[in-house]
């Protein structure tokens, strides 16, 4: 069982930045794999960024390459999220998801992930 928990999100301009950071609780931290997904109002839960159980691997959504990085720091159980360059439409309510892998990979889908955090809003105004 891994419990997460979000921390960071906020209200930022247009251009701003902000760190979002997942803490996630259990001793197996460094075999699971992690993602940020993001729920607008009336929209579907979307992939962000992935980081595979190492750190050795990463992908990011098309929207946000360039602007957001994913770290993992497995001595501390944490998550990260840098987000820069900030948009309105990146607007929206962020979650950190894990899972475990046997081998070093990444998920894209929240299909893939069986734990989920409760999510930190992240405004970003005009």
């Known amino acids: 069982q891994v419990q997460l928990v979000e921390s960071g999100g906020g209200l930022v301009q247009a251009g701003g930045s902000l760190r979002l950071s997942c803490a996630a609780s259990?001793?197996?931290?460094?075999?699971?794999?992690m993602g940020w997904f993001r729920q607008a109002p009336g929209k579907e839960r979307e992939f962000v960024a992935a980081i595979s159980r190492s750190g050795g691997s990463t992908s990011y959504a098309d929207s946000v390459k360039g602007r957001f990085a994913i770290s993992k720091d497995n001595a501390k159980n944490t998550v990260d999220l840098q987000m820069n360059s900030l948009k309105p439409e990146d607007t929206a309510v962020y979650y950190c998801?894990?899972?475990?892998?046997?081998?070093?990979?990444?998920?894209?889908?929240?299909?893939?992930?069986?734990?989920w955090g409760q999510g930190t809003q992240v405004t970003v105004s005009s």
């Open positions: 998801a894990a899972r475990f892998a046997l081998l070093s990979l990444v998920a894209v889908t929240p299909a893939e992930y069986i734990y």
């Open positions: 259990g001793r197996t931290f460094s075999t699971h794999v």
